[in-house]
T-cell receptor, first 112, second 115 residues
Framework: NAGVTQTPKFQVLKTGQSMTLQCAQD?????MSWYRQDPGMGLRLIHY???????DQGEVPNGYNVSRSTTEDFPLRLLSAAPSQTSVYFC???????????FGQGTRLTVV | AQSVTQLGSHVSVSEGALVLLRCNYS??????LFWYVQYPNQGLQLLLK??????LVKGINGFEAEFKKSETSFHLTKPSAHMSDAAEYFC?????????????FGSGTRLSIRP
């Protein structure tokens, strides 16, 4: 099983550029989430989805968009990158009957 | 609202010594509690979880945690530290199975092991 796969692993953007962080899971999990990790702040929830076609905001949604057209994929879009979005981004998935989340390996994003 | 507080951003112990990482939570409903471990440049791996069954929970790599409702705590322990335990540890809380997509994390504790 591949589990949760994130691409790319590393990315450098210029301020104002847009990009999409990809996340795919092959476990047929209903729930998917995006977190950002910053030093001393743990992981903060950006957006989450409880199923295809359903998304909602987390703690820090500003500057990010998501969509969930299929169960497997949950892309995170940065419309106009800012240096404050420099972070490590983690995608996670989970399913009804298990309370914990399974994480991808992360995407390290630098905005210059 | 739920929240997690991890006491101590950095803990250093000698190899073979007791490891104690502290976590306190706040939740308006019975919580589900987790400890995750993150090794350098990797994702998060579940160490153990509390889901309202036994209050003493055993996890992987010899770690365990005890849920104490009266103290709103879920501290992580290991009797004897090993060099391979050096990593960052995160305590986390959610409000239930259907809320697995909304896990709230603490700020993390970096564990260092001295030879």
């Amino acid at each position: 099983n591949a589990g949760v796969t994130q691409t790319p692993k590393f990315q450098v953007l210029k301020t104002g550029q847009s990009m999409t962080l990809q996340c795919a899971q092959d476990m047929n999990h209903e729930y998917m989430s995006w977190y950002r990790q910053d030093p001393g702040m743990g992981l903060r929830l950006i957006h989450y989805s409880v199923g295809a076609g359903i998304t909602d905001q987390g703690e820090v949604p500003n500057g990010y968009n998501v969509s969930r057209s299929t169960t497997e994929d949950f892309p995170l879009r940065l419309l106009s990158a800012a240096p404050s979005q420099t972070s490590v981004y983690f995608c996670a998935s989970s399913y009804e009957g298990k309370p914990e989340a399974f994480f991808g390996q992360g995407t390290r994003l630098t905005v210059v | 609202a739920q929240s997690v507080t991890q006491l101590g951003s950095h803990v250093s112990v000698s190899e073979g010594a007791l490891v104690l990482l502290r976590c306190n939570y706040s939740s308006s409903v019975p919580p589900y509690l987790f400890w995750y471990v993150q090794y350098p440049n990797q994702g998060l791996q579940l160490l153990l979880k509390y889901t309202s069954a036994a209050t003493l929970v055993k996890g992987i790599n010899g770690f365990e945690a005890e849920f104490k409702k009266s103290e709103t705590s879920f501290h992580l322990t290991k009797p004897s530290a090993h060099m391979s335990d050096a990593a960052e540890y995160f305590c986390a809380v959610s409000s239930g199975y259907s809320s697995a997509s909304k896990i709230i994390f603490g700020s993390g504790t970096r564990l260092s092991i001295r030879p």
